[in-house]
């Protein structure tokens, strides 16, 4: 197998052509409308905006600082600019139910007009209902009144006792009421002189003593029907009164809201409920109650006089009471009451119309907010519940205001894990949030992109107000970003980095007083955050140069190879160089992955390790038992193992390790490879590639050093300045490699050999001291095993321990 | 209608009066509210007070019959009746009313003393009663179901009776106001009134309306008189001239005035007038009637 050439300084970096980039400066660069590269969620976003069937909400995703937020703003503030202003909505009190205050529904921009009118007129009611009843008019009537009544009073006294006086029968009062007795000439009739009487004549007189008593009784009993009807006349009265006050204000008010038929219903209400209470209207001191007063008045929820086109509403803190709405308490003398008046709005009640736009991860952790939201999206009607009454913590007398029907488009902003778990456990999330909005991570380098990248840049250091950027400057940013995607052939579309990266690179240009960003202050920003995160990293490479941590750069070894790692720590990534050993002996064809019997070892790499075992007895044993016990570890890794891009070293170690042939330790290896011995792509080749360099660097300079990786992994290498100069100097050599057999050759400097038709590996080749020494420890297995079985005949286990 | 302010000149000391006051007491809640301001009028004049308790002949006439009932005044269920209980009752009254007259007074060093009498009520008082006396009537109406038991009595008494009545509202004590004579314009008595007008608002310290009653041109002489009788007695009035327009009416101009209290001549001729007197008593304001 031929050997790979060490690649050129071209290859391990994408230069940025700067032909490419047709301008001085960004100053010259025009606006870009709409990130490019994000198509689909471009797509998916102008979709969803624009469908209106029910439960085509979106869920834009994508990773935090990826500017979905920004432009999902201009992509909704772009569609809700065409559609109309959505109406005013407002509570008023319902005079059926209190508890139940009605919602009426109005043109954009007549809520205020209504509040007003509405406030107007309780002040009317308040100045001239009072002058009513003051008035000569009515005293006169309510006089009249009494007066029919007191006479019909007493008439009905005086004509039972003119009757009785007829009949010569007085009509005497008691302390407690009255009688009746006969009389004679105006003087009762002693009863000793009554006994004289004929009987006849005391019949009449006791008949006719029982019939007025009778008569008494009934006039009597007719008073408190008096009274009534006397209340019930005053009533009359005083509606009428107010009708006729009333009529003037009502009257214009009832035309100009014709055209809201529920407004002409609600002033119908208030007239019946002014006439109601026309009593208390009376208090000419006092005048009306306020709380009377109130209730006349509106609660404008939404006032969408100022709104131009539907609205984009973003709730920064979406829990239960912001998105729904609340009522509200007003403490007075500590007890807590509330009425119409006191009910607010929610963003969804702004939102109405238009569109909503929430940060998922906020509104799943506020308590009930998720419920609440998907409560109201289904039901397609804000009902104001509140908290505690949801959890059935209080069941005072509130409010229920009538639900107000909902038209809005959420969209959910949220990373892609959220949507993932969202889909999988919650039944109800795809019925409402039908459209997926996927932000691409990053996007095509390509002839085309260049410019449009550079407009991109422009426009963010427009809007981050930062100085202009020249060509090369935008070069340098873009082959940055090229870095951060980790890919020749790809920009990243993180907009938080890149933004950040320009504010500090102006802040850069600001501290050497140059009136544009040069590629310089890029640079400079790029070192100096690759510092400041620095402090692990220099640790750990401190502990590698005072051989604390040993690590060898030069010289060869058996059974010793560097392997490279990445660490993660916050936002920043560095490689390092780990010392992979092995050791082999006779046994069972066994290879001990220590990481993982010490459980510091993660699957996927437990996995790597059965795979390169399956490969050594495949290869090296076809026919017969592989009698082998190797071992394998990661020398001073304390903190676990995981991932299969060290199984090419680990290989490679093991290899040494059976055949006793050493290995390079100026060639730091890294690739995963499968059954076959082909070797695999890995991820974070550009800082393990650096970690080593820097390694070599410390360790008394970089002097012909290298390291292997993955062929299919060279398009993602964007190195570093100090390696490119490196290769180019041919200090430091990186070979891509497409099988193991490269890397044995690579690091072993033999020729691996290829096995002829019967499976042998020719005299002299790498493979052959492997296969050869593999036999040597088939042979030793077997006299071992006979020993042990003419001796206890079960030592077949030993091999195992 | 005319107004005319008279001022006084020198005031004149308030003639000492040995006259008595005249209580017609009932043991009802009204004759006892006339009790206590026949008590105040009595500690501020050291006057003698009389209450006068009548036993109803002909209500204990009436109890003697066998089918006689009471008739509740708010209920109308019918009770018998029965003359033992009605005399144990009456006693028991009396001697209530006794306690009462001594409680209000005695502390104060008033003579007071319950005379009982059998017999009719107008009857009796006026058996009693002297031209000098103060006669002092409980009832705010004197009509209505709730104060029909005065109504006939009280009405008798205040067109019989040879000197003052005050009929007294039920409300205990006097509110804030003007003290108001109501006169005509061609009528005799008006001295009387206009005296007795004039001793009031001295007393209770307060403003003296006089309304004058009056339909033809010929008034200025009865004016003049007037301001004169006011000079004599030293204090300033306002006076205004009223057409004799109806009961109502007269009852507006009362009230408008702000009074506390109202002075009439039984003479005038207001009383002419159909439910004049159901008028005065829903001014609810203390009467006094002079003759």
Redesign the interface.
């Known amino acids: 197998m031929a050997l790979p050439d060490a690649l050129t300084e071209a290859q391990i970096y994408h230069r940025c052509p700067l032909d490419k980039l047709d301008f001085e400066t960004t100053e010259s660069l025009e606006d870009l409308a709409l990130p490019f590269g994000q198509d689909r969620a471009l797509r998916a976003l102008e979709f969803g905006a624009s469908m209106k069937a029910q439960g085509f909400n979106l869920f834009v995703l994508g990773p935090s600082g990826a500017g979905k937020h920004e432009l999902v703003r201009r992509v909704l503030a772009s569609h809700a600019a065409e559609k109309p202003v959505p109406s005013d909505w407002c509570h008023v009190f319902n005079f059926q139910q209190s508890d139940k205050p009605g919602a009426i529904e109005l043109p954009p921009g007549e809520g205020r007009l209504f509040k007003a009118d509405m406030s107007e007129l309780a002040n009317e009611l308040k100045t001239t209902i009072p002058a009513t009843f003051e008035s000569e008019e009515y005293q006169a009537r309510i006089q009249e009144l009494q007066e029919e009544v007191t006479r019909r009073q007493q008439q009905g006294l005086s004509e039972i006792q003119e009757e009785a006086n007829a009949n010569n029968i007085a009509m005497l009062t008691t302390p407690a009421g009255f009688t009746f007795a006969p009389m004679r000439n105006g003087e009762v009739i002693e009863p000793e002189e009554y006994k004289t009487f004929s009987d006849e004549e005391k019949e009449l007189v006791e008949s006719k003593v029982e019939d007025l008593q009778k008569k008494l009784q009934q006039a009597i009993q007719q008073v408190p029907r008096l009274r009534k009807e006397v209340r019930e006349r005053v009533h009359a009265l005083n509606e009428e009164m107010v009708q006729l006050t009333l009529g003037g204000p009502m009257g214009e008010l009832r035309e100009k809201w014709a055209h809201v038929p529920a407004v002409v219903a609600h002033l119908d209400a208030v007239r019946e409920d002014v006439v109601e209470h026309a009593e208390a209207f009376q208090d000419t001191e006092n005048g009306a109650p306020a709380g009377l007063l109130n209730r006349y008045r509106v609660n404008l929820l939404v006032d969408n006089a100022e709104t131009r086109g539907a609205p984009v509403i973003y709730e920064d803190l979406p829990n239960h009471q912001h998105l729904a709405g609340q009522i509200e308490h007003r403490a007075h003398q500590g007890n807590l009451y509330t009425d119409f008046t006191l009910i607010r709005a929610g963003a969804l009640h702004r939102a109405n119309g238009g569109y909503l736009i929430l940060d998922a991860r906020r509104v799943l952790s506020q308590p009930m907010a998720w419920e609440s939201l998907k409560r109201i999206l289904f039901s397609g009607e804000i009902r104001i519940e509140s908290l505690e009454r949801l959890y059935g913590l209080a069941t005072t007398v509130s409010q229920q205001p009538e639900p107000i029907p909902l038209s809005v488009k959420v969209v959910l902003l949220g990373d892609r894990m959220l949507y993932y778990l969202l889909s999988h456990y919650d039944p109800d999330f795809l019925d409402l949030f039908k459209v997926e909005a996927d932000f691409e991570d990053d996007m095509e380098r390509d002839e085309a992109s260049y410019l449009l990248y550079a407009r991109m840049i422009a426009t963010m250091a427009r809007s981050a107000g930062v100085r202009t950027l020249d060509r090369e400057a935008v070069a340098r940013l873009i082959e940055h970003a090229s870095r951060l995607a980790s890919d020749q052939n790809k920009l990243t579309a993180h907009d938080r980095v890149l933004k950040d990266l320009l504010t500090e690179s102006d802040h850069w240009a600001g501290v050497a007083n140059s009136p544009q960003v040069c590629a310089s202050h890029v640079q400079q920003a790029i070192d100096e955050r690759d510092y400041r995160a620095s402090r692990v990293r220099e640790r750990s490479l401190e502990h590698i140069r005072r051989g604390v941590v040993m690590i060898a750069t030069q010289g060869e070894q058996v059974g010793q190879v560097n392997g490279l790692s990445v660490l993660q720590l916050g936002a920043t990534r560095f490689g390092q160089p780990t010392r992979i050993t092995a050791t082999a002996r006779p046994g069972k064809g066994q290879v001990v992955d220590i990481e993982r019997e010490a459980k510091l070892g993660g699957p996927i790499h437990s996995k790597a390790v059965m795979i390169l075992s399956r490969f050594l007895a495949n290869r090296y044993a076809p026919m017969n038992e592989l009698s082998l016990s190797a071992s394998l570890a990661f020398e001073q890794s304390y903190g676990g193992v995981e991932g299969d891009s060290a199984s090419v070293a680990e290989t490679c170690v093991l290899l040494s390790a059976i055949a006793g042939v050493p290995l390079k330790q100026s060639v730091a290896v890294t690739g995963s490879m499968n059954q076959h011995g082909e070797v695999q792509a890995v991820g974070g080749v550009n800082e393990k590639i650096e970690g080593f360099f820097n390694v070599c660097r410390q360790d008394g300079g970089v002097n012909s050093q290298g390291a292997l990786l993955p062929a299919s992994n060279v398009e993602h290498l964007m190195l570093n300045e100090s390696v490119r100069e490196a290769v180019q100097d041919g200090r430091f050599s990186i070979y891509p490699v497409t099988h193991i057999d490269q890397a044995i050759e690579l690091l072993t400097g033999l020729e691996p050999g290829q096995p002829d038709a019967d499976g042998v590996f020719p005299e002299g080749s790498f493979n052959r001291r492997v296969a050869d020494r593999l036999a040597a420890f088939a042979e030793v297995g077997k006299s071992k095993d006979k020993d042990t079985g003419q001796d206890n005949g079960n030592g077949g286990h030993n091999g195992q321990s | 209608m005319a107004d005319t302010t008279v001022s006084h000149k020198t005031p004149e000391p308030a003639p000492a009066e040995a006259r008595r006051i005249l209580v017609l007491l ?3 809640r009204r004759s006892l509210a006339a009790l206590e301001a026949a008590a105040d009028i009595a500690r501020a004049q050291q006057a003698e007070v009389l209450g006068i308790f009548v036993e ?4 204990l ?5 066998g ?12 009770r018998p ?1 029965d003359v033992d209980a009605l005399e144990v ?1 009456m006693q028991a ?1 009396a001697e209530k009313l006794r306690r009462a007259l001594e409680r209000t007074l005695a502390p104060w060093g008033v003579a007071q003393a319950l005379r009982l009498c059998r017999g009719e009520v107008v009857e009796q008082v006026l058996g009693l009663v002297q031209p000098d006396d103060l006669l002092v009537l409980g009832g705010a109406g004197w ?3 709730s104060s ?2 005065l109504g006939s009595t009280a009405r008798s008494l205040l067109r019989q009776a040879p000197g003052d009545v005050l009929l007294w509202p039920e409300s205990r004590s006097l509110p804030p106001g003007r003290v108001v004579v109501l006169l005509n314009h061609d009528q005799g008595a008006n001295h009387r009134a206009v005296r007795v007008g004039v001793e009031l608002a001295r007393r209770g310290q307060r403003a003296l309306t006089v309304l004058v009653r009056s339909d033809a041109a010929d008034d200025r002489e009865f004016l003049e008189e007037l301001a004169a009788m006011l000079e004599a007695g030293g204090i300033s009035a306002r006076v205004r001239r009223l057409p004799k327009a109806g009961a ?1 009416a007269m009852a ?1 101009a009362v009230r408008e005035e702000g009074a506390a209290q109202l002075v009439i001549s039984r003479q005038c001729s207001l009383f002419e007038q159909q ?1 004049a007197e ?1 008028l005065l008593c ?1 001014l609810n304001l203390p009467v006094t009637i002079t003759p």
């Open positions: 009932d043991g009802s109803e002949v002909s209500l006439r009436s109890a003697g019959y089918f006689a009932r009471e008739v509740g005044r708010s209920s109308g269920v019918a009746m009752r009254t009509s209505g179901i029909f038991r109502a507006r439910g159901s829903q």
